[in-house]
């Protein structure tokens, strides 16, 4: 068959290991998941109790223009309705761009590492990858404005950056975005948008009238706990919408996600809580970070990038047959770290209990 030759040799996307094979491997009841940057305490108590009192027609089709979430989120964003794209997670949002940009001979810029999806799109588009190392764990937009030529078609600016969780403050964000030629699209990724506090971010909505070439992406699979829903959407000019919609699926949301991600969306007093139960858990594992001399990267997520001064393949096995599940920073390009997300207290308790019995096993602590 002719298959595109980019794809020969591809890997499937490698799950970790479910929580049911983890528990049936190493013999444990209980399992604690910090892998994927979920909610530790799930979605709104509301959208339980939407879901025990409505009952929808699972024959119909959904809406394919999302037409009540899309007025529920332009009027909390105060855009307009055609300025929103919405996708099946924000992964969809990022493939339905590089379909529409990316192709051989185009070139696309990003950090290294980043999330992993802006390059593994780009490779099945067949266009070339343009990698520019973070410093400190931010991105270095000088240098990345650097790798932009006249073939670059697609910039990528995951803030806060996956899997380093440091945001791309506003001061150096604005003098990227007025350098970036105009025929170049920039996709600021916002995944955890909402569980940003560092004074120096701010809300990057108006930049979709100043820079018609800026889409942002968020998503309700993080802050919100719906993960499982799979809707993320894309703020940009009308113009931009307009170009990239075609490219979407008709009927890309289901009618359960777009209802039950529209209750979420309006309890913002869940959002706060779990906001400041994030920031405690992350004093939590920082604190343990610096009473025992870890590097770790300042995150404005929900999760950590920190140093276990080891193999992290070697932890992420030993935490795992302790009960908790956590990322290796092998996985992720950097070695010799481990990301968690941050879990409830009880859990990071649990999570940071465990790290030390590992890491006294593996001699880093004496
Ligand atoms: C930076 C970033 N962008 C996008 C996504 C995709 O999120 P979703 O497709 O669930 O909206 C993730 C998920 O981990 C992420 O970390």
């Known amino acids: 068959m002719k298959w595109k030759e980019q ?4 890997k499937a996307y490698q799950p970790g290991k479910s929580i049911d094979a983890v528990k049936k491997e190493f013999g444990l009841d209980e399992i604690v998941k910090l892998a994927s940057n979920e909610n530790p305490f799930g979605s709104s108590p509301k959208v339980r109790e939407f879901l025990a009192n409505e009952s929808f027609n699972f024959a119909l089709y959904p809406d394919g223009y ?19 794209i919405f996708g ?13 940009l990316l192709y051989p001979g185009v070139n696309t810029v990003m950090a290294k590492p980043t999330f992993s999806q802006y390059g593994l799109n780009a490779k099945i588009e067949g266009a070339e990858i343009r990698e520019v190392p973070l410093v400190d764990g931010n991105h270095d937009l000088d240098a990345m404005l650097e790798a932009i030529d006249d073939n670059t078609a697609v910039v990528w600016v995951c803030s806060p950056n996956n899997p380093t969780g440091v945001v791309v403050e506003d001061a150096p964000l604005q003098a990227f975005l007025k350098k970036v030629p105009s025929d170049v699209l920039v996709v600021l990724d ?3 948008f909402e569980y940003v506090t560092n004074a120096r971010h701010k809300d990057t909505i108006p930049y979709i009238q100043d820079y018609p070439n800026v889409i942002i992406l968020r998503t309700f699979s993080k802050a919100y706990g719906l993960a499982a829903f799979r809707v993320g959407y894309g703020i940009a000019n009308k113009e931009l919408i307009a170009k990239l919609d075609p490219v979407r699926g008709p009927f890309n949301n289901t009618v359960l996600s777009q209802a039950i991600a529209q209750v979420a969306l309006e309890d913002d007093a869940y959002i706060e809580k779990c906001r400041d139960e994030n ?10 970070c610096e009473k025992n001399n870890l590097h770790f990267f300042t995150t404005d997520t929900n ?3 920190m140093e276990v ?11 795992m047959k302790r009960g908790f599940i956590i990322r290796s920073g092998n996985a992720l390009g950097t070695p010799g770290y481990i990301r968690v997300t941050i879990g409830t207290q009880a859990q990071n308790e649990g999570f940071l209990t465990q790290l030390e ?10």
């Open 190 to 192: 916002e995944a955890y």
């Open 303 to 305: 999760f950590i990038l």
């Open 309 to 319: 001064k080891v193999d992290s393949d070697v932890v992420f096995q030993e935490l």
């Open 357 to 366: 019995v590992v890491l006294q096993e593996q001699g880093v602590f004496s």
């Open 7 to 10: 794809i020969t040799g591809m």
């Open 279 to 288: 920031n405690k858990g992350k004093k939590q594992i920082e604190e343990f």
């Open 66 to 84: 999302a037409t009540n979430l899309r007025a529920a989120v332009a009027t909390k964003l105060g855009v307009e309705e055609n300025e929103l």
């Open 88 to 100: 099946n997670g924000s992964d969809e949002l990022i493939s339905i761009i590089t379909r529409a």
